[in-house]
């Protein structure tokens, strides 16, 4: 079945350590996207990749860093810059071509706790 | 900047009643498309219902319907015949394109609760 892997479901990391989140997707999608969830809020732009070996900061890029080697891999680093890590982590794909119905294909998404 | 805004945290109501949700948004922006997600006790996001912005009529699908008032950024989700299914987070969002890619921004979303 076509979809978007993340992984770990739930990830503990120490302050000061940088951690790599995962995100796969075989849906043959060209572009990809990190988003941030913190409790009582919506959803908020880390980075977006419309392409291989390119990618763009969204809203919140401070404290992250992304790379997109491969079309269907893009993991996000969280580093010990990002100052409010703890956080849900969702990762979401789309065809990125104009004429497309524009759906975001999400992850079941990565809750990260650092203390 | 663009902007969306739910402005009811939580909701609750009886399992079959019917529901409605409201969002209101901010552009600039003549081409856009506006769309509900739905964030059950899983926490994966599932599309409800999306809608053109250049389509004047709603979109429904089966039991969820909305209500596009482009004039007022006005774009409020109704369920009908509501089941206990349905409790989970409804969130707003509103897409634009940029450079081959499209952004989605969010309101805080609406906790709803279908109660038996």
Not at chain 2, 68 to 89: C, E, N, P
Request: glycine share 6%; charged share 20%; with cysteine.
């Amino acid at each position: 079945d076509g979809g978007i892997t993340q992984s770990p479901k739930y990830l503990f990391r120490k302050e000061g350590q940088n951690v790599t989140l995962s995100c796969e997707q075989n849906l043959n999608h060209d572009a990809m996207y990190w988003y941030r969830q913190d409790p009582g809020q919506g959803l908020r732009l880390i980075y977006y990749s419309q392409i291989v070996n390119d990618f763009q900061k969204g809203d919140i890029a401070e404290g992250y860093s992304v790379s997109r080697e491969k079309k269907e891999s893009f993991p996000l680093t969280v580093t010990s810059a990002q100052k409010n890590p703890t956080a849900f982590y969702l990762c979401a794909s789309s065809t990125g071509r104009s004429g497309s119905r524009y759906e975001q294909y999400f992850g079941p998404g990565t809750r990260l706790t650092v203390t | 900047a663009q902007t969306v805004t739910q402005s009811q945290p939580e909701m609750s109501v009886q399992e079959a009643e019917t529901v409605t949700l409201s969002c209101t948004y901010d552009t600039s922006e003549s081409n856009y498309y506006l769309f509900w997600y739905k964030q059950p006790p899983s926490r994966q996001m599932i599309l409800v219902i999306r809608q053109e912005a250049y389509k004047q009529q709603n979109a429904t699908e089966n039991r969820f319907s909305v209500n596009f008032q482009k004039a007022a950024k006005s774009f409020s989700l109704k369920i009908s015949d509501s089941q206990l299914g349905d409790t989970a987070m409804y969130f707003c969002a509103f897409m634009i394109g940029i450079q081959g890619a499209q952004k989605l921004v969010f309101g805080q979303g609406t906790r709803l609760t279908i109660n038996p």
